[in-house]
């Protein structure tokens, strides 16, 4: 029992480190990603805190290099789903019993393992697993997860704290209790901040959890486990099952115990859960609360005020971190006709210092594509592009996978402003380009706006005022995080709540109190002091 009012300290944002030659962070990590290499690993499924294994394993390499092997991974099937659910549900009282101090301790404490005896295993994990270089992966897997994990604890006492008005004689209170069932989360490859949010933002309040991570991060998913076991969390409050969409997804979804969806990933997987959702819901015990964050197609507009080299940064940047695989990533471009010689000019020259290799490669910018599957895809649409007759491609078009999944910085222009590459998701480092007439500025704007069914995140870029105030305007429905003068990715907990609408997701904003109180579900308590002890009214005398 809690005989005090706890106040949570302060959250703030994990700082990020440099990684200069010869610092000691380097020196760390170098040693950890020699360690990671020459040690493989065995993945189990982990149910009720036991390790579970199939047997039905899957073998992980490194997309930079296939001869680099990781490790191996046990897949779950229906009967381990079915055990991780009973596993969860025996765990749920316990857990959502505890006072909530003890539950946020777990948590602070995993921010404060990551961010220090960890710090170099889960960059190296990354690095390695899903070919990001140092700078991506401790930007991700370490600042944005430990602000994760420090900045949802604060917002959860921030709600709780909450409550309503109570006149004399009554007192009313609001009491904010997790969800009954069970959270099934969903995590994506790219992000392995986003792979350690989904399943723990519906924990710290009191849920638990079943946990699929990507097939392509299973290796540095398997590390974040292993810190939030150090942490203290009870066995079977995250239970971690790899493994096929179906395999996992289905016997899941069909769970009449499910109470809610944490999801990140492609749209179309996420607009299938919810129609499964749908067919099941006369089965279910509850209405499931289903968050999820989906594809983006973002963009950059830019107007003739725009300054051109900030501009130029910014594109190859929005558009080539992370080989283009952020969600948020610069997709397509808009730049008015009086900016684009001299943008061009200076963009090409700028892409072609690009270094393209291995992530160990500290002088690398770019690295490889996460696995065959987006390689082909990305593949495809930089062939089209090559042989369409109203598109020219200005840099990269390149690609090999004899050794890794590399695609070189790819940049297509195009004069139809509905050309394939400008309206589908590719998630890669392509990047298109429509240069327009400077006084169609208000029409291409409109054709900015609903040339994607997406709208998650978008830049402006102007000097102008007026003409920022015009496109902010036109562009309101447009993204979710929206930026002006600056690339459309990098969002930081606290400072840019993440999230999309339209096609791209629900927009509940992962890093912000408006979703953690998606996974709460409120009782509200009215107590009277003096009950009355007469039925009748005054009116009725």
Request: with cysteine; charged share 20%; proline share 6%.
């Amino acid at each position: 029992m809690s005989n005090a009012y706890f106040q949570l300290p302060e959250p703030y944002n994990e700082p990020v480190l440099t990684y200069e030659k010869d610092s000691a962070e380097r020196v760390e990590l170098q040693r950890k990603l020699d360690e990671l290499q020459e040690n493989e690993i065995e993945i189990p499924i982990i149910i009720g805190g036991k390790e579970v294994k199939t047997g039905n394993t899957v073998e992980i390499r490194t997309p930079h290099n296939h001869n680099i092997r990781l490790g191996i991974y046990h897949r779950a099937g229906e009967e381990e789903v079915n055990k991780a659910i009973t596993a969860a549900l025996a765990a749920r009282k316990t857990w959502a019993e505890m006072p909530w101090e003890h539950r946020v301790s777990i948590f602070q404490k995993a921010a404060d393992l990551l961010a220090g005896p960890w710090r170099s295993t889960v960059n190296a994990a990354t690095m390695l697993g899903q070919s990001k270089t140092v700078h991506q992966s401790e930007i991700d897997a370490v600042a944005e997860l430990c602000d994760f994990w420090r900045f949802n604890t604060y917002y959860m006492t921030e709600l709780m704290g909450e409550q309503p008005y109570s006149p004399p004689g009554m007192w009313n209170r609001i009491e904010y209790r997790p969800l009954e069932g069970f959270v099934f989360a969903v995590t994506p490859f790219n992000f392995t901040s986003i792979a350690g949010n989904l399943p723990t933002a519906p924990a710290m309040v009191g849920n638990v959890v079943l946990w699929k991570p990507a097939s392509s991060a299973v290796y540095s998913a398997y590390y974040l486990m292993e810190i939030l076991k150090e942490a203290g969390l009870p066995d079977g409050v995250i239970n971690f099952v790899p493994g096929s969409g179906g395999q996992v997804g289905y016997p899941v979804m069909a769970s009449p115990h499910m109470s809610g969806i944490h999801f990140t990933g492609s749209t179309e997987v996420f607009q299938n859960m919810w129609k499964t959702v749908g067919e099941n819901i006369a089965n279910m015990k509850y209405y499931p609360r289903i968050v999820g964050e989906t594809g983006g197609k973002d963009f950059i507009f830019a107007h003739k005020s725009a300054k051109v080299k900030p501009l130029v940064i910014a594109a190859i940047r929005g558009a080539f971190e992370y080989q283009g695989q952020k969600c948020s990533a610069a997709s397509r471009m808009y730049i008015p006709q009086s900016l684009w010689g001299e943008f061009r000019k200076l963009y090409i020259e700028e892409v072609a210092k690009i270094t393209v290799g291995e992530p160990t490669d500290f002088k690398n910018f770019f690295t490889a594509v996460i696995d065959e599957g987006a390689f082909k895809s990305i593949k495809e649409y930089i062939e089209y592009a090559q042989d369409a007759d109203d598109a020219e491609i200005i840099t990269g078009g390149t690609f090999d996978d004899s050794k890794g999944y590399f695609i070189n910085p790819t940049t297509i222009v195009t004069t139809n402003p509905h050309f394939k590459t400008m309206e589908e998701e590719i998630f890669g480092p392509v990047l298109t380009i429509y240069v327009y007439e400077d006084k169609d500025f208000e029409e291409t704007l409109d054709l900015c706006d609903q040339t994607s069914p997406y709208a998650l995140t978008g830049a402006i870029w102007a000097q102008d005022r007026e003409a920022l105030v015009k496109m902010s305007d036109h562009l309101r429905n447009a993204a979710g995080n929206f930026y002006i003068n600056d690339k459309p990715t990098a969002a930081v907990v606290g400072q840019q709540p993440f999230g999309g609408g339209r096609a791209s997701g629900t927009n509940d904003k992962a890093g912000s109190a408006m979703n953690i109180l998606r996974w709460m579900t409120a009782r509200t308590i009215k107590e009277t002091m003096i009950p009355p002890e007469d039925w009748t009214y005054p009116y009725m005398k």
